[in-house]
């Protein structure tokens, strides 16, 4: 599975963004995929996940009520919307697939490039 994230930019306090996350292969929904970020000095962190099939998601405390994750299977992509978005939520964002529904990066097995978002006050 490739993976390929779009949709970052530049925006302003209180903005909304929505990434993308575009799969290669067939078995794409075989796969949970989460969006993990990284800010610059620190290290990545889990956003937000959802099951193969798109009932199931979870995501951190810190984008509750403001992020949603979902899916198209048929157009094998994973979307983040993020709403309300703030300074701290710079980052770059990656998405990755796996055959597990979890929070940890290790398991993993499949990352896309990253894509920056940037946050200004």
């Known amino acids: 599975v490739q993976l390929q994230a779009s949709g970052g930019g530049l925006v302003q306090a209180g903005d909304s963004l929505r990434l993308s996350c575009v799969a290669s292969?067939?078995?794409?929904?075989?796969?949970?995929v989460a969006w993990f970020r990284q800010a610059p000095g620190k290290e990545r962190e889990f956003v937000a996940v959802v099951t193969g099939n798109g009932r199931n998601t979870d995501n951190s405390d810190s984008v509750q009520g403001r992020f949603t994750i979902f899916r198209d299977n048929a157009k094998n992509t994973v979307f983040l919307q993020m709403n309300s978005l703030n300074p701290e939520d710079t980052a770059v964002y990656y998405c990755a697939a796996g055959n597990r529904f979890t929070v940890v990066a290790a398991h993993y097995d499949y990352w896309g490039q990253g894509t920056l978002v940037t946050v200004s006050s």
């Open positions: 292969g067939r078995t794409f929904e075989r796969y949970a």
